[in-house]
């Protein structure tokens, strides 16, 4: 199969609700995360769905939704949807789009902390996932970061010191560096300010990402991901008697956390190829530097989120640190 692959990066100006299939625990309206991992995400189904959307929106034609996204599923009007189900072929199946739509991983989630208001925490996993999505793509990434159990390391000095450093509900000790050595959390810091956060829009946030993001081990970092989403308790009022009908609690990834998807254009067909460019650039023009609504609430401010998009034409740098 022949494709082109695209980096879209995801960084949230509104806190952000992709919501999962059942309850978790008390939580009414949790967010969708990974079974093994814990991490939070946003589907490929979901994304997909809010790019779609995001397409048609923006004016494009009937003709050019279904090349990338594919064909809609039309409604019967009597609950079942048209499109060859159970099997069967008929005038109006489906056809598939050219775009293939990976799931938005986690990059970076900002936590509190006592000193700067906020960092931002990641973990050698999450950018060991984004440097194998630089790998697809064949564009160098940042060397990997290791941590041993229980070790941390920061973008910046200003974080390592003798008394630890408060993170969310966590005390995290980050120890200061040699003089003369490497330091791949500032590279990957560094790469992320220009490429991720990039825009005159986003310049301060790039400017403290580029000192503010801190790579802790996976038992810091699972518990930061459980309590620094952020949670809200919301009421249905009657509306009649104005008393309670309903009190259910929503979850939230915060404002200012960092996702990265691989989204796959394919061009493999004589049909696709032909306007394989057009699409590409119709992609760039709806996505890069972009506002898209993602998730569920949006008539709440939820959901906003700043596009970046990245593919193997766009000039790469980064230091090792």
Same mark, same amino acid.
């Given at each position: 199969m022949t494709t082109t692959s695209l980096l879209l990066y995801l960084y949230a100006e509104s806190p952000v609700h992709a919501g999962a299939a059942a309850a978790d625990g008390v939580l009414d309206l949790p967010i969708q995360r990974e079974a093994a991992t814990g991490y939070p995400l946003v589907w490929g189904q979901s994304l997909k769905g809010a790019l779609r959307q995001a397409a048609g929106e923006a004016g494009w034609d009937l003709e050019a939704v279904t090349a990338v996204f594919g064909s809609d599923i039309a409604d019967n009007g009597d609950g079942q949807q048209a499109g060859g189900g159970q099997g069967e072929d008929t005038d109006e199946a489906t056809t598939p789009g050219s775009l293939m739509v990976g799931d938005a991983q986690l990059v970076a989630l900002p936590v509190p902390t006592l000193r700067r208001s906020f960092a931002w925490a990641t973990s050698p996993l999450a950018l060991a996932r984004l440097a194998r999505k630089h790998a697809?793509?064949?564009?160098?990434?940042?060397?990997?970061?290791?941590?041993?159990?229980?070790?941390?390391?920061?973008?910046?000095?200003?974080?390592?010191?003798?008394?630890?450093?408060?993170?969310?509900?966590?005390?995290?000790?980050?120890?200061?560096?040699?003089?003369?050595?490497?330091?791949?959390?500032?590279?990957?810091?560094?790469?992320?300010?220009?490429?991720?956060?990039?825009?005159?829009? %986003?310049?301060?946030?790039?400017?403290?990402?580029?000192?503010?993001?801190?790579?802790?081990?996976?038992?810091?970092?699972?518990?930061?991901?459980?309590e620094c989403t952020e949670f809200a308790v919301r009421v249905q009022l009657g509306r009649q008697t104005k008393t309670v009908q309903q009190m259910f609690t929503s979850e939230y990834l915060p404002a200012e956390t960092l996702l990265a998807a691989l989204i796959t254009l394919r061009t493999d067909t004589p049909l696709i190829r032909s306007?394989?460019?057009?699409? %590409?650039?119709? %992609?760039?023009?709806?996505?890069?530097?972009?506002? %898209?609504?993602?998730?569920?609430?949006?008539?709440?401010?939820?959901?906003?989120?700043?596009?970046?998009?990245?593919?193997?034409?766009?000039?790469q740098e980064h230091h090792d640190g």
């Open positions: 697809l793509m064949e564009i160098d990434p940042p060397a990997p970061v290791e941590l041993e159990d229980a070790e941390a390391a920061a973008a910046d000095e200003f974080w390592s010191g003798p008394r630890g450093e408060v993170l969310g509900p966590c005390v995290v000790d980050i120890p200061a560096l040699e003089a003369d050595a490497a330091n791949p959390v500032r590279a990957w810091a560094a790469h992320l300010s220009r490429t991720a956060l990039a825009g005159d829009h %986003l310049a301060p946030f790039a400017k403290k990402f580029s000192t503010d993001l801190v790579a802790l081990d996976e038992t810091v970092m699972r518990t930061l991901l459980r306007e394989a460019s057009a699409h %590409l650039q119709r %992609l760039h023009t709806l996505l890069d530097g972009k506002p %898209l609504r993602i998730g569920g609430q949006e008539s709440t401010g939820k959901g906003l989120m700043w596009a970046r998009l990245v593919d193997p034409a766009t000039p």
